[in-house]
């Protein structure tokens, strides 16, 4: 007997994000649940289900066991959605009508009555309307109606058996209540788990996770998401080895000819570099200048600025000769500024990948890594976050700076946490004092991707001359290791 082909066809959620994590949306004519604690989202998930499908012409169906359709209807007015669609909300009414004492008063038990009652209402309504999508939101009451868990997962299996006759994609919400059946995951064709984390300082971080999708290849693990203004956006956990795109390796300049000779010629495309030094040492305004400098070839420039204002950037660019404010103006240059207490890890890579794949960028910079890391306090491993990013920007050909500060000014200086191994390259500045005045160095640690110079420059930044990379400084020894030594052996000789 010949195998029965396969049916690939899918319901799409129209939730952004979670259709690629399901890998095209929930296969139809199945039964689903969407568990989660009170307020993490279950009900705007479902909304958005069915809306998705009443926008294509299916008929939708709302049973809600626990909001008014006023209620329902309030919901999608603050999300701005249209409700001129094909969906039809149904509010069983027993609610109210136990209300009644005398229906306490028969020789049956009132929940018996009344789920048997609330079952043959919903066979009915939805024989009447034919659904091709329905969302029983919460099972809590009809679990508290049947009282007795045998009962209530009979009637749930004669739910199930009853869709499975009709071309219908059912989605269950489900409380996470310790009198919860955990055997209705095992019924379902697929579960969906949300929850909400409080955090010491900042908003709430939301999370899915794909606990279960039959026949399905699927994105594991947990995926922020957020509930704003047009329903819940989920951001993906990002997997650098399925984005790559072809691109030439070749040099990415800086404009500064000391600057360019000192990483052999330019940075590569393809590469992180990882900038560091203390406070004030012009890592900024070397990002600013390779940005300056990609812009004359037309090329963008996506900043990610974590601790000073867009506007500050700008003004510290100009007072160094660097017109940032008008390309930024011009938009091939963007400068978000991200404030890491409301923003989560996968949140921050989408804003890159948006600024990557829509906007062309072909230069990132995040500025500075400490801030990145604060945007998750709770991360157990924030240096996978920030290798799978620089792989993504790797193997997308852009060439990302990735700023970090280091504690202190002058002698030895700390970092909060060793990146340099995920970096390609790793640029180190350094002040150091002569002659009575503060001074800085440059030099180039290292180089994944071909030679550079072993030489420690001076880095000059002022009004008159901008942003200049001098001469090697041979005369002084122990710049980097904050030792300073001046060497004149000539001199005595």
Request: some cysteine.
């Amino acid at each position: 007997m010949p195998a029965r082909p396969i049916d690939s066809s899918r319901a799409t959620t129209g939730i952004p994000g979670v259709d690629e994590i399901l890998g095209g949306g929930l296969p139809e004519r199945r039964l689903y649940v969407v568990e989660g604690a009170a307020g993490c989202g279950k009900t705007t998930f479902a909304f958005q289900f069915l809306l998705e499908g009443a926008s294509r012409g299916e008929q939708a169906l709302f049973v809600s066991f626990s909001e008014s359709e006023d209620e329902l209807r309030s919901i999608a007015d603050s999300h701005g959605w249209n409700l001129e669609v094909p969906l039809e909300f149904h509010v069983p009414s027993f609610a109210e009508d136990s209300s009644d004492p005398d229906r306490d008063y028969t020789i049956f038990e009132p929940g018996e009555v009344e789920l048997n009652e609330l079952m043959k209402s919903l066979y009915d309504l939805v024989e009447q309307l034919n659904p091709q999508r329905v969302v029983f939101d919460s099972l809590s009451e009809i679990r508290l109606l049947a009282r007795d868990p045998l009962r209530y997962r009979r009637h749930i299996i004669g739910l199930k058996n009853f869709f499975a006759k009709r071309n219908c994609t059912v989605i269950f919400t489900d409380e996470l209540t310790p009198d919860r059946d955990p055997q209705l995951q095992s019924i379902a064709h697929g579960v969906i788990f949300l929850e909400q984390l409080p955090r010491d300082y900042g908003t709430v971080r939301r999370r899915l996770r794909v606990l279960k999708l039959r026949g399905s290849t699927i994105r594991e693990g947990f995926h922020d998401f957020i509930i704003r203004h047009g329903g819940i956006q989920v951001f993906p956990t990002l997997v650098a080895a399925i984005h790559h795109k072809d691109f030439r390796p070749d040099k990415y300049k800086s404009g500064i000819e000391g600057l360019d000779r000192l990483v052999d010629g330019g940075l590569v495309r393809g590469s992180s570099t990882l900038v560091t030094g203390p406070a004030g040492a012009g890592k900024s305004s070397i990002a600013c200048a390779y940005a300056v400098y990609a812009a004359r070839e037309n090329e963008h420039s996506a900043f990610f600025i974590f601790e000073e204002n867009k506007s500050t950037l700008i003004a510290r660019a100009a007072g160094f000769g660097m017109n940032l404010g008008e390309l930024v103006e011009t938009g091939i240059v963007t400068i978000d500024q991200v404030d890491p207490a409301q923003l989560s890890p996968a949140q921050f890579a989408h804003l890159v990948q948006e600024a990557v794949e829509r906007d062309g960028a072909t230069l990132v910079v995040i500025d500075t890594l400490n801030g990145y890391l604060q945007s998750m306090p709770d991360e157990r491993f924030p240096l996978l976050h920030i290798h799978e990013l620089l792989s993504y920007l790797n193997q997308q050909g852009v060439v990302s700076l990735v700023i970090t500060a280091e504690n202190g000014l002058i002698g030895t200086l700390e970092s909060p946490i060793d990146a340099s191994y995920l970096a390609d390259a790793v640029i180190s500045l350094r002040y150091f004092e002569a002659a009575g005045r503060v001074r800085q160095a440059i030099a180039m640690i290292k180089n994944r991707h071909g030679g550079h110079e072993r030489t420690i420059r001076e880095l000059t930044l002022n009004s008159t001359d901008g942003l200049l990379v001098g001469e090697p400084l041979s005369e002084f020894d122990g710049l980097l290791a904050g030792q300073l030594r001046y060497r004149n052996e000539a001199r005595n000789s």
